[in-house]
C-alpha cells in the first residue's frame, strides 16, 4: 500500500511540475503586433520606424513584453538615453531576442538603449535597444518607483501615486 501511494504522490508531482512550466513558458504569452514603438527626446516622442516586427507579451505580468524590429536608426539617435537597461530573457522559444547578446552589445557600447515610454504600468518602463545594423529590441523593465513599489517597500515621495490604492 505505501508504494502505490508513494506512486500517486510521484505521479501527481511530476504533472503538476510539467503543468507549471507550461503556463510559465508557453501558457501565458501570446504574439501580438505592435504598430511601431516612439523614442523619448528632450522635446517629446519621435516614431522609431520598425519593420518586420515580431512581439510577445503577456497579461500575467507587466516585464513580460518582448520585441525584435529592423529600423533604418542607429544608435546615435538623438533620443534620452536609458542607463539602468538590463534586458530581460524571453522564453526559449521566442528566438529573436537573445537578452544575454543585447545585454553584452549594451555592455561593449555597440548597442544604445533608449527609453521608449515611462510608466508604461506603474514602476515599468518600455526599453528600446538599438544595434548598429539596425536591429532593434523592446523589453519592460522595472524602473526605482516598481523596484521599491513590488518588493513592499514604502514608497517615497519621488515617485507619483500609485492610481490603484
Keep these: 500500500m505505501g508504494k502505490v501511494i508513494a506512486i500517486v504522490l510521484a505521479a501527481v508531482a511530476v504533472i503538476a511540475a510539467v503543468g507549471l512550466y507550461y503556463l510559465q513558458v508557453f501558457h501565458y504569452y501570446e504574439r501580438v503586433s505592435p504598430r511601431g514603438f516612439v523614442l523619448q527626446t528632450a522635446s517629446g516622442e519621435i516614431p522609431a520606424e520598425a519593420t518586420n516586427i ?21 544608435p546615435d539617435v538623438a533620443a534620452e538615453r536609458y542607463d539602468s537597461a538590463d534586458p530581460l530573457n524571453a522564453p526559449f522559444w521566442f528566438d529573436c531576442f537573445d537578452a544575454e547578446e543585447i545585454g553584452e552589445a549594451l555592455a561593449r557600447g555597440e548597442a544604445q538603449a533608449f527609453m521608449g515610454q515611462k510608466n508604461v504600468e506603474y514602476g515599468v518602463d518600455r526599453v528600446v535597444a538599438i544595434l548598429p545594423g539596425g536591429r532593434g529590441y523592446v523589453w519592460h523593465q522595472l524602473n526605482n518607483c516598481g523596484e521599491v513599489a513590488y518588493d513592499g517597500t514604502q514608497i517615497g515621495e519621488e515617485c507619483p501615486p500609485r492610481e490603484d490604492q
Excluded: K, Q, V, W
Design 54 to 74: 515580431e512581439a510577445i507579451d503577456a497579461n500575467s505580468s507587466p516585464i513580460r513584453f518582448r520585441a525584435c524590429f529592423d529600423t533604418p536608426l542607429g
